[in-house]
């Protein structure tokens, strides 16, 4: 498993401090992200925020307690309909994790950031940067993950250079099913260095 990096995440105000300086950092990976996003699409999702905020933490902190070897936490609660097809999905069963939770930052740019987990095939040796994303429905659809994962991918190459990425997974958890997405890290972090010029140059002062 990789050393954390010395990082600390207020969770309450999702803010991230360099502990070496005490700096805070100014932005996430998240806030960049969504600083594009329509009004409408945030109106929404803040009306929503009630549903799918416990659904995700809970699920999460599933996943994280079985990447750790904590046993099946959160089975037959709640959410046991999105987390017991996660946890019994066989790509677990093909990969270790190096990572799980990991905190990273971009020190230029004064950004902080948390990947889900960073995981090593058994059958290849290969790196694979994974995410989760939880959803309510069997028929909701997929969304680009890309520029989230090459924020993540981008703090690592500067902080790990020595491991490489292979591919960029994205882990879809719904009522009764999971499913994984791949990416190629190449396009990941091209799609991460257009959202950030473009936070950069059109919303940066709003932040």
């Not at 991460?192 to 950069?200: E, N, P, R, S, V």
């Amino acid at each position: 498993m990789l050393e954390p990096l010395p990082i600390h995440f207020n969770e309450a105000a999702h803010r991230y401090q360099w502990q070496p300086t005490g700096e805070w950092l100014a932005h996430s990976v998240t806030q960049i992200k969504g600083a594009s996003m329509a009004d409408s699409q945030r109106a929404a999702l803040d009306r929503t925020k009630h549903i799918w905020e416990p659904r995700g933490k809970t699920v999460h902190s599933a996943l994280e307690a079985h990447l750790l070897g904590l046993g099946p936490v959160g089975l037959g609660l709640e959410y046991g309909e999105w987390i017991e097809p996660l946890l019994n999905h066989p790509f677990w069963d093909q990969v270790d994790p190096v990572a799980v939770e990991y905190r990273l930052c971009d020190l230029a740019n004064s950004i902080g950031g948390s990947c889900d987990c960073l995981l090593l095939e058994k059958s290849s040796g290969r790196y694979l940067l994974c995410d989760l994303k939880t959803q309510s429905s069997l028929k909701a659809g997929c969304y680009s993950t890309d520029c989230q994962m090459g924020g993540y991918l981008s703090m690592f190459c500067q902080h790990h250079p020595a491991i490489e990425i292979s591919e960029c997974i994205t882990i879809w958890s719904r009522p009764g099913k999971t499913f994984v997405t791949r990416a190629k890290p190449d396009k990941c972090l091209e799609t991460w260095g257009a959202c950030l010029a473009d936070f950069q140059a059109n919303h940066l002062e709003v932040f």
